[in-house]
């Protein structure tokens, strides 16, 4: 990211913003080895290297913790080579970087954390961790009974079978239906794969709970820091048993 001398040494700590212009006129900031002394200088905080007094500053930006209620037509990456839309652009620029953690598809929408915390990420995101996911999916027609089964106990997916999951019908209508999905692990397009393996495609789909973030108040294309409290539950996570296969939720109240 291209930013200010001044920003940058601030954000780094090394002094702030009016210290920082101070010491850039003083001739006694250096990027790549070069004094640079005149105010709104930029630099590469990515690439450049930028020292104070011979001594190299690096910029280590504090820990962020961002839910985002991810509306549909956004794609779940830092950069699209078509030109998309992503869910970054939905951020202010100026916002330290970010990255998404986990997968949300484009025509998906919902609960959605970014952050710079890799460790944190590493252990959200891997299937040996099980950390819930809950969806609400309207699918086209009517499962029966043992679709449901199908759909906790798992189905084969590319050759693997997905892990077992709650799975619950909430209404119906003539043509479709609503199913609350509850899930521990997060193949790609899991949820519309495993719909569509007992055949009942997905028409819209919506993650309302991840690791234990949910929306609240948040609209599409809405954000907001986590609070101290949310960051140390993530940190801190309690273990959570998987399903068992074979069981799935109560059927709600059917829609005429």
């Not at 086209?140 to 693997?160: C, F, H, M, N, Q």
Request: hydrophobic content about 35%; overall charge positive; proline content about 7%.
């Amino acid at each position: 990211m291209i930013v200010r001398i001044n920003k940058f040494l601030s954000e780094a700590g090394a002094a702030s913003r009016r210290e920082a212009d101070r010491l850039i006129v003083e001739g006694r900031v250096q990027v790549n080895g070069r004094v640079v002394d005149e105010l709104g200088s930029k630099v590469d905080d990515e690439k450049d290297v930028v020292q104070v007094d011979g001594r190299r500053v690096r910029n280590t930006p504090a820990p962020r913790y961002i839910l985002l209620n991810k509306p549909k037509g956004y794609l779940v990456t830092l950069k699209d080579p078509f030109g998309r839309r992503t869910v970054l652009e939905l951020l202010p620029r100026a916002m330290s970087r970010v990255f998404p953690v986990g997968r949300l598809d484009l025509d998906s929408e919902g609960v959605l954390l970014l952050t710079n915390d890799g460790d944190l990420a590493y252990r959200l995101v891997h299937p040996k961790f099980g950390v819930k996911k809950v969806y609400i999916a309207k699918v086209e027609g009517r499962p029966e009974k043992d679709a449901l089964k199908k759909l906790a106990g798992g189905v084969s997916i590319g050759g693997k079978k997905t892990a077992p999951a709650r799975v619950g019908l909430l209404s119906q209508s003539p043509t479709s239906s609503w199913l609350r999905l509850e899930l521990h692990e997060g193949r790609k397009r899991e949820v519309r794969e495993m719909c569509r393996a007992v055949g009942h495609d997905v028409l819209s789909l919506k993650r309302v709970e991840f690791a234990g973030l949910v929306l609240g108040k948040l609209r599409p294309g809405e954000w907001r820091e986590l609070q101290p409290w949310e960051v140390r539950r993530l940190q801190t996570p309690r273990a959570t048993p998987p399903p068992r296969a074979g069981r799935f939720g109560p059927v709600g109240p059917r829609r005429p």
